[in-house]
């Protein structure tokens, strides 16, 4: 975990050796339960049942990547490519498997913190790779491939995202 978060220019490491990402959060106006903390939203103490995860999956309109990150645009790795006036990523040959190469996949600068929420779909993705339903070498173009998730909870919230 600490060579890992240490690639990050605002993961700080406390004097336990862990770290811990709140005050990252609240700098950055992130840290909150409800709708108006995007997809940042979390249960801040065990007894807050203020929010319920997955709901919006059942609203009429889904949350605008802007309204979900609540970050910079050039922190944001954009899936709706017309608001961000970008093309999609293209699947590098030579894709490497952690957070450097997925953050230059993204086109996305390192002191994004966009990877507190992007781990959902690199794990999904290296678990999908290790499983062998990625080909080697990824292919060029996007696929659509439909993932069900048994079991989940929170994780509805970050549908989106992925």
Same mark, same amino acid.
């Given at each position: 975990?600490?060579?890992?978060?240490?690639?990050?220019?605002?993961?700080?490491?406390?004097?336990?050796?862990?770290?811990?990402?709140?005050?990252?959060?609240?700098?950055?106006?992130?840290?909150?339960?409800?709708?108006?903390?995007?997809?940042?939203?979390?249960?801040?103490?065990? %007894?807050?049942?203020? !929010?319920?995860?997955?709901? +919006? *999956?059942?609203? @009429?309109?889904?949350?605008?990547?802007?309204?979900? #990150?609540?970050?910079?645009?050039?922190?944001?790795?954009?899936?709706?490519?017309?608001?961000?006036?970008?093309?999609?990523?293209?699947?590098?040959?030579?894709?490497?498997? %952690?957070?450097?190469? !997925?953050?230059?996949?993204? +086109? *996305?600068?390192? @002191?994004?913190?966009?990877?507190?929420?992007?781990? #959902?779909?690199?794990?999904?993705?290296?678990?999908?790779?290790?499983?062998?339903?990625?080909?080697?070498?990824?292919?060029?173009?996007?696929?659509?491939?439909?993932?069900?998730?048994?079991?989940?909870?929170?994780?509805?919230?970050?549908?989106?995202?992925?």
């Amino acid at each position: 975990m600490q060579a890992i978060a240490r690639q990050f220019p605002w993961a700080q490491q406390q004097s336990d050796g862990t770290f811990s990402f709140v005050t990252l959060k609240g700098s950055k106006n992130l840290l909150g339960t409800g709708t108006k903390f995007g997809w940042w939203t979390e249960e801040l103490c065990c %007894n807050d049942r203020s !929010y319920t995860w997955g709901f +919006r *999956l059942l609203e @009429d309109q889904h949350i605008c990547e802007r309204g979900g #990150w609540k970050l910079p645009d050039n922190h944001i790795p954009w899936l709706d490519f017309g608001l961000s006036s970008t093309v999609p990523p293209k699947a590098s040959t030579q894709f490497e498997q %952690n957070w450097k190469g !997925y953050y230059a996949w993204w +086109r *996305l600068p390192i @002191d994004s913190p966009a990877t507190l929420l992007l781990h #959902w779909p690199l794990t999904t993705f290296r678990l999908l790779s290790l499983l062998r339903f990625v080909p080697s070498p990824p292919p060029t173009e996007r696929h659509q491939l439909t993932v069900y998730l048994l079991g989940v909870e929170k994780e509805p919230d970050f549908v989106p995202i992925q």
